[in-house]
């Protein structure tokens, strides 16, 4: 059995210059087939830790398929971007030669005429069926720039300043280890622990404004009125001096009718905002049967769910019910996610996500019984009692509680080798 297993380690190694002439190819349906069936025999194998990275590697195989179609897509635009460029250089070589022969005979052309063709030339060439589609605001910048200067050169590609940010953007994770990054800058100098943590509240509340009082109450509510306000005073203003940098000039926490709220002017990204949407998308589909339209969208949910909310504060209340929210909505996506791949006798995948949802629930019995099945469906019989015994464990160190009946009577029938 040991032996079969460092095979089964080996494997990918053995197949590396294999993939790397896959790759230079870009023949990503073959590659997810061999990962595939790598990941079944790693399973089997029970190595779980080359399972889960044969599933990532699944995964990112298809996000370069994704790319790879994309770069197609654009690689076609391309080509009808050049057609058209050498369309406009011939039209302007034919304009240029009508320019020179009126320029040696003085005599006078109605101007009309020429840039009127120029310029019905130019729009038919953007707004027929065959070309990209272009902004309106681009579009009519070419069209103005050829007709704004008769007998001068058209710049086309002509650039146009960027304009300078004016507010700040902010991209922040709350799912996990919490990192807040202003402009691509990571923010570590936080004024004190009580700052930082007033933020975070501002931030997932940021769609109320909330009352001097609450924050007092919520944060000092050992001291006395007085002492409270200026503690919330000096905390607000060493947060605004640590979001500051590079922003003198803007505010970023604001005060108004004695309430405080973040800035409505800045650009805010927030990984649990991303989160809620993308699970509350894909858990509509799947409760309208979609569960295979729903599948990129609680992948996505599944990765944008790096840990518990806000865990460096395991012991503050406020954020507890929302913590609770989203990890339950974490345990909804994995069961969807376990079931469909069960469903789908891909169950090297399912066993993947039924162990991270017992990493969040350890006695969760309905998945202890799940990856029972979807061992015995590999022929794994011996997996399927362990992970029996692992499930009596768990409860009765967690709960102190036997299973409930229907796990033990799977477990007599894999140990009866009955048909499951």
Known sequence: MESGRKAVVCRPGAQTSQWHELLLNYQYQKIAGLLDRAQVEAATAGDLQQSALLVAAAQLNAS???????????????????AQHAALAAELRKVLAMVEPMAATAVATPQGSVWQRMTEFWRRLFTGPASPHLPEDEEERLVETAVAAPGAAVAVEEERPLPSRTTPQLTIYCLGTFRVYEDEIPVEAWPSRKGKSIFKYLLLHRQTRITKELLMNEFWPEATAESARNNLNVAIYGLRQALRNGYPEFSHV????DCYFLNPAMQVWVDVEQFDQVFNRANQLVTQGKTAVALPDLHAAELLYQGELLAEDPYEAWPAARRQQLQWHYMQLLTHLCDYYFQDQQYATCITFANKLLRVEPCHEATHRLLMRAYVRQRQRYLALRQYHHCVERLNEELAVPPDPTTTTLYEAIRNHEPI
């Open 64 to 82: 370069c398929a994704q790319m790879r179609r994309e770069v197609a897509y654009h690689e076609q635009v391309h080509g009808q971007l050049e």
């Open 254 to 257: 604001l005060f108004q009718d």
